[in-house]
Every structure is written in C-alpha cells, then in structure tokens.
C-alpha cells in the first residue's frame, strides 16, 4: 500500500530566505508524485508534479521538487520566500493512477 | 467562472438532519472525488466516481452516499449528520491516466460544514 509523510506540520522561515519541506513516500511500485498549495480559504491547487523522466522538476511561483527515488523521497524547495507563500502544502502520491493519497500537510509561515 | 463548483459554500446544521453537497464541473473530466479535510489529518477519501455508472468506497464512506447524476455532477449525502462530520469538505476533478501517467487533480473551494 502505498503511504505520504509530511515530516513536518509547520515551518516558519524569514521572507526571503530559502525553504524545504520534507515529503517521504512507500510504494511498491512506480510512483507518480504531485505537490498542492492551499491557501486560505481555498481549495488545493497543483504546484508542480513528477511522472516520469527528470528527476528535478520545477513548477509555479519558483517552487522546485527533486525525486530521489534511494531515499523515496520528493522534498519541496524553494530559494526565497515571499510573504505571499503562506499556506499550507500537501504532498501526494499515486501509483496506479486510480486515486492520489495525501499527506497530512505542512503549513508554511513566513515571518516578517 | 470556477471549472469545480461546490454549493453550498457554509452551512451549518443541526444533528440528524439530512445533507447535500453539491459538486459541478465544466473541464469535461470523467472522474470525481469527494475528500474531507480536518486539521492535522490532511485529506481523506470519502467516495470515487470513475464515470457515471462508476461509484466506489474511498477510505471513510461510513454515514456518507454519493449521486453521479451526470458526467458535470457529483453530490455528497450526510443521511443523518452527525457533530464529528464537521470538516471542510472538497470535490474534485480528473482526467483518467494517459499513457499510463496519473493525472493531477482539480479541486473546488471548498464546502465548510458546522453540524451542532
């Protein structure tokens, strides 16, 4: 069965400074990864996904993941933070392209 | 317009009483999703529908039913609400995999729901 780990449930960080959040995933077969934004009072929206071929993949609003399938892992990271990036993140996997399991969440303060 | 739209968007209700939530999308997608959200607990899987005769049990369908009353429509029934669904409810949205690629999914805003 196929699981996501969000490490963290919050991560405050300095606007303008650089930012990870950590996903985790276990499957037993080929993965499809996806990160989602939500912001306040909204619904999820895709950031950015990896199905196949590299390993870097960049999305919206500056944000890029790596796959690194050793570590089954597909971190969120991003150089410089804005105010405007406040919001909570869900990290997602799929395998046999039926349904998508979240993670829990992680939810991003940027401090002034 | 929105390409998922969830109707209504509050409501709050008392125990026992019977529910709709409504979900309609115009991005031509054959499959639908209905999710609850709860804080800490991120999204859980109520019911699936991969077309309109297609209706399948997601991880927590106990006290919930679904209509797919066409391919633009999916609602959500609470037959007799109780206090412990009180969450924020999302449908969504997706195009079935492509060359054996999952597809994203597309969500609504968002049903918040208050059962007292």
């Known amino acids: 069965a196929q699981s996501v780990t969000q490490l963290d449930s919050q991560v405050p960080v300095f606007e303008e400074a650089p930012v990870e959040l950590r996903c985790n995933y276990s499957?037993?077969?080929?993965?499809?990864l996806f990160w989602y934004v939500q912001y306040p009072n909204q619904g999820l929206q895709l950031l950015l996904k990896?199905?196949?071929?590299?390993?870097l993949v960049k999305g919206i609003n500056g944000f890029e993941a790596e796959f690194n399938k050793s570590q089954t892992s597909f971190h969120l990271r991003k150089p410089s933070v804005h105010i405007s990036d406040t919001a909570e993140y869900f990290c997602?996997?799929?395998?046999?392209?039926?349904?998508?399991?979240f993670g829990k969440g992680t939810r991003l303060h940027i401090l002034p | 317009d929105a390409d998922v739209t969830q109707t209504p968007r509050n409501r709050i209700t008392k125990t026992g009483k019977r529910i709709m939530l409504e979900c309609s999308q115009t991005?031509?997608?054959?499959?639908m999703y209905w999710y609850r959200q709860d804080p800490g607990l991120g999204l859980r899987l109520i019911y699936y529908?991969?077309?309109?005769?297609?209706?399948n049990k997601g991880e927590i369908s106990d006290g919930y039913s679904v209509s797919r009353q066409a391919q633009a429509k999916f609602s959500l029934s609470l037959e007799s609400a109780i206090p412990n669904q009180t969450a924020l409810y999302f449908c969504?949205?997706?195009?079935?995999?492509?060359?054996?690629?999952?597809?994203?999914?597309?969500f609504g805003d968002g049903t918040r729901l208050s059962i007292l």
């Open positions: 969504a949205t997706s195009d079935p995999p492509m060359g054996g690629l999952s597809q994203p999914q597309h």
């Open positions: 499957s037993s077969v080929s993965v499809y």
């Open positions: 990896y199905l196949s071929g590299s390993t």
């Open positions: 997602a996997v799929s395998d046999r392209g039926d349904k998508i399991i």
């Open positions: 991005k031509g997608h054959d499959r």
């Open positions: 529908s991969f077309d309109v005769k297609d209706i």
